[in-house]
């Protein structure tokens, strides 16, 4: 599968030929869109959220809500099993860039920055996946 596929990371300047300049910032200086600007914050087809750098598959639209925040959001990742991650195709890391810490959410595959992930969501879990839409293509079909 898609999953186990690795491309070879590519430098910023490769990276910077490969993706559109609000993908680049976004994915690569962890960058954040603009709230209510995302083209997928509205989109309620069912599908997969596939990494815009690598098509990794990372969210599925079972798990997509609306959070309100002006960004799309999940309430887990694709693969998470209870609270077991090790399947999904997203990583987790601990950010202070903003001096409170939060937790970054990046692709297993590629480290392309994908949003954050805070701790007021719905659900048992009580996770809030907020994920740029540029940093994500969507793939219609059955999740
Ligand atoms: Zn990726």
Known sequence: GSLTKREPS?????WRKKL???QFY????KGTEPPFSGSYLNNK?????HCVCCD???????KKYCS???WPSFSEAHGTSGSDESNTG????VDTSLGAARTEVVCKQCEAHLGHVFPDGPGPAGQRFCINSVALKFKPGQP
């Open 10 to 14: 590519l430098t910023k300047s490769e």
């Open 90 to 93: 997203i990583l987790r890391r």
């Open 68 to 70: 309100g925040t002006g």
């Open 45 to 49: 087809a069912p599908g997969m959220y």
């Open 26 to 29: 976004v994915t690569r200086e």
């Open 56 to 62: 990794s598959p990372l969210f599925s639209s079972e």
């Open 20 to 22: 559109t300049p609000e």
